[in-house]
Each structure stands twice: as structure tokens, then as C-alpha cells.
Nanobody, 128 residues
Framework: QAQLAESGGGLVQAGGSLRLSCAAS????????LGWYRQAPGKEREFVAA????????LYANYVKDRFTISRDNAKKMMYLQLNRLTPENTGTYYC?????????????????????WGQGTKVSVSS
């Protein structure tokens, strides 16, 4: 069964860092673009970052502003999101997502629950 599992969330003070991980199993990991999304309490899920499957081209939400770095290791079937200089506005549940083959992410559209593959999320809380 295809699954994505996030880890690495937690409570951190403003200005701190976290590294989120996404482990894939049961999927052909190396041929899919991958993305991270965040859902703040009471708000819609929103795009954070994405990485291309073949050349590691990256795309970030405008508010990231060089504070976050997405990366992947196809051999290990892992994806990562390094979060630096965190602010309370970055609080939320972070989800990893695997896109259908030959499709790409954009900053605006959020895949539906049944489109592609979603993980269960990992919570990040940033205190001021």
C-alpha cells in the first residue's frame, strides 16, 4: 500500500529551526514531483514548497523568503523540509504530498484529498 509518513514536527521558539521528513513506501518515488503543504488551525491548506522529480528544481511559496529548503533523496525514498527562522505564523500541520506522474505543482492550487498521495501530517508549533 502506498504511504507517506511525515515526522520531525514539534514545539519551537520563534527564530528556531526544525527539519521535517517525509518517508515514502509502496510508491515509485523517483518519478513524482513532491510537495509540502501547511494547514494552520481553522484555515485552508496552503502550498509551502515543491521539488521536481528529475532535476530537483524547486518552487516555494512567496512568504518562505529563503527561510525554508526542500530536498529529496530518491534512493532513500525520503523528502525533507528544513525550516529556519520560524515565526508563529508558520504554526500548523505540515503535510507531504506526491503528485501524479508528469504533473507539476503551482503556488495556488491545493490537490484534493483523493488527488495524488497525502501523508497524515506533522504538527509544528512556534511560540513567540
Amino acid at each position: 500500500q502506498a504511504q507517506l509518513a511525515e515526522s520531525g514536527g514539534g514545539l519551537v521558539q520563534a527564530g528556531g529551526s526544525l527539519r521535517l521528513s517525509c518517508a515514502a513506501s509502496g510508491v515509485t518515488f523517483g518519478s513524482h514531483d513532491l510537495g509540502w503543504y501547511r494547514q494552520a488551525p481553522g484555515k485552508e491548506r496552503e502550498f509551502v514548497a515543491a521539488i521536481n522529480w528529475s532535476d530537483d528544481t524547486t518552487l516555494y511559496a512567496n512568504y518562505v523568503k529563503d527561510r525554508f529548503t526542500i530536498s529529496r533523496d530518491n534512493a532513500k525514498k525520503m523528502m525533507y523540509l528544513q525550516l529556519n527562522r520560524l515565526t508563529p505564523e508558520n504554526t500548523g500541520t505540515y503535510y507531504c504530498h506526491s503528485m501524479h506522474e508528469r504533473l507539476q505543482y503551482d503556488r495556488t492550487n491545493v490537490p484534493t484529498p483523493s488527488f495524488g498521495l497525502w501523508g497524515q501530517g506533522t504538527k509544528v508549533s512556534v511560540s513567540s
